[in-house]
């Protein structure tokens, strides 16, 4: 038997808070739950870079069972690569993760599937962990091609990718027409493209790998809507935009034991 898999709720500050707003919004995080509620559902902050050094200072100084994130990662290691990010930096500031992939990055950036895929094994190669983020637009859900352009986009993310790192990526599933919108896919809509994507994985890797995988799914995501997302058997977690920047809202989140999915 695996083990059961860990839920993960990050949320994703995009481009907001500067670092003394990040800093208090992280407190106020860290007195609405216990310690228990954070370390059973990881946790996850994921600030703007500039914010990153002081949030990790909050995290350490005040010991809390948070983790890091950051929103994106250079595909080069270092050198001379103006405004670009390397996960050395990253790592060095004891962040955790990254999102490779946005698809605010892959729209507003034109980042596409072979740049993504070098942003993944980059980020492998100095032990941050990529969260994949996939999803289709709305044109491509109303043809009804939304599961193979995920599956697709899992498969090019990981390309080159071994079964070692690949066990430990966490894929976020996010539609695009349900971010920031507040239309929320149905929770069997996530189910449908989170079950393809395990199903997928077990095809590139094998079955081992595909029930490690921890697959969250995002957009619209609140303290409303979240158990019934997390009532899904192919759902291990959410990643949470707008609502992650009100403190009691993403609390609420976390806590999504505690709800009654509706
Ligand atoms: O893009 C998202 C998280 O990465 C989702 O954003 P919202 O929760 O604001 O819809």
Known sequence: MSEPRKPIIAGNWKMNLNHFEAILLVQKLAASLTEPQLTEVETVVIPPFTALRSVQTAIEGDKLALGLGAQDVS???????????????????????????????REYHDEDDVLVNGKVKAAFAVGLTPILCVGEGLVTR??????????????AGLAGVKAEH???????YEPV??????????????QEVCKAIRVKLAELYDGEV???VRIQYGGSVKAANIASIMAQPDVDGALVGGAS?????????????????R
Not at 147 to 152: M, R
Not at 245 to 253: C, H, Q, W
């Open 75 to 105: 595909k080069h290691p270092s050198g001379a690569y103006t405004g670009e990010i390397s996960g050395g930096m990253l790592a060095k500031l004891n962040v955790s993760y990254v999102l490779v992939g946005h698809s605010e990055r």
């Open 166 to 172: 690949a066990r430990q990526v966490v894929i976020a």
């Open 210 to 212: 595909a029930e490690a």
């Open 245 to 261: 920047l009100e403190a009691d809202e993403f609390a609420s989140i976390v806590r999504f034991r505690e709800h009654v999915a």
């Open 177 to 190: 027409w349900a971010i920031g919108t507040g239309k929320t896919a149905t929770p069997e809509d996530a």
């Open 142 to 155: 109303e043809e009804g091609t939304h599961v193979a352009h995920c599956t697709n986009q899992v498969q």
